[in-house]
């Protein structure tokens, strides 16, 4: 049975960082695509970021560039999503998914459709 949790969401003030981390189990881990979306209250789930099996491709969405960074323990079946200079906008339920069909993230890495098993998600909310 596939499993994905999302665990570290929490209250931060304007500035602060956070790590979310995503464990899975029940898939194999190392082969799969991972990507992080996002709920904002009120709005659709967008993409936030994905990276490949090996870590070498990594995609952001142009809101988290260059202050949100992806990346992945094989080892430990594990996403990690370090969110620094986090902003009131930031604040959404964060969901972990999981492309069990490739290890590509791909040029629809933001789509929900590329992505076949979902987490719970883990709030995050920023105060201004």
């Known amino acids: 049975q596939v499993q994905v949790v999302e665990s570290g969401g929490g209250l931060v003030q304007a500035g602060e960082s956070l790590r979310l981390s995503c464990t899975a189990s029940g898939l194999n881990f190392e082969n799969n695509a991972m990507g992080w979306f996002r709920r904002a209250p009120g709005k659709e789930r967008e993409g936030v970021s994905c990276i490949s099996w090996n870590s070498l491709t990594t995609y952001y969405a142009d809101s988290v560039k260059g202050r949100f960074i992806v990346s992945r323990d094989n080892a430990k079946n594990t996403l990690y999503l370090q969110m620094n200079s986090l902003k009131p906008e930031d604040t959404a339920m964060y969901y972990c998914?999981?492309?069990?069909?490739?290890?590509?993230?791909?040029?629809?890495?933001?789509?929900?459709?590329?992505?076949?098993?979902w987490g719970q998600g883990t709030q995050v909310t920023v105060s201004s």
């Open positions: 998914a999981v492309d069990r069909s490739t290890g590509s993230c791909g040029g629809s890495w933001y789509s929900e459709r590329k992505y076949n098993a």
